[in-house]
C-alpha cells in the first residue's frame, strides 16, 4: 500500500524558491515511479515532473526545465520537487503520485496513488 503525503508548499514571490516534499509511509516506495502534476483552477492536472524507481531518469515539463529539479531518496520513502524562479504562473496545487506502468509517467490517468495536494501560490 501507497500512502502520499505532501508537503512544503505556501505563498512566495515571484523568483523565490521552494522545495516540495512527499512521503511514502508504505513499504513499496521503491516499487514505483514518482511524478509531480500540479492543478490550477479550472484546468486539467498538468504534468510537472517524474522520477525513475532508481531515481536515474528524471523528466519535465517544458515549462519548468531548468527551474525544477525531481529528486527522490528511496531509502527515507521521500520524493522531493526544488522549485527555483517561481511564476505566478507556476500557481496551482501541486499533487504527487506514484505509478507502477512506468513508460506512462506523463499522463495523470495511469497513477495508482496520490497525495492530497499542496498549494503553491506565487505573487507577482
Known amino acids: ?30 516499487n514505483y515511479g514518482m511524478g509531480w502534476f500540479r492543478q490550477a483552477p479550472g484546468k486539467e492536472r498538468e504534468f510537472v515532473a517524474a522520477i525513475s524507481r532508481s531515481g536515474s531518469s528524471t523528466y519535465y515539463a517544458d515549462s519548468v526545465k531548468g527551474r ?5 531518496d528511496n531509502a527515507k520513502n ?8 517561481l511564476k505566478p504562473e507556476d500557481t496551482a496545487v501541486y499533487y504527487c ?12 490517468r495511469k497513477y495508482d ?12
Request: glycine share 12%.
Open 97 to 108: 503520485g506514484a505509478i507502477f506502468v512506468t513508460f506512462s509517467y506523463m499522463d495523470f
Open 68 to 72: 525544477f529539479t525531481i529528486s527522490r
Open 1 to 30: 500500500q501507497v500512502q502520499l503525503v505532501e508537503s512544503g508548499g505556501g505563498l512566495v514571490q515571484a523568483g523565490e524558491s521552494l522545495r516540495l516534499s512527499c512521503a511514502d509511509s508504505g513499504r513499496t516506495f521503491s
Open 78 to 85: 521521500t520524493v522531493f520537487l526544488q522549485m527555483n524562479s
Open 113 to 124: 496513488y496520490w497525495g492530497q495536494g499542496t498549494q503553491v501560490t506565487v505573487s507577482s
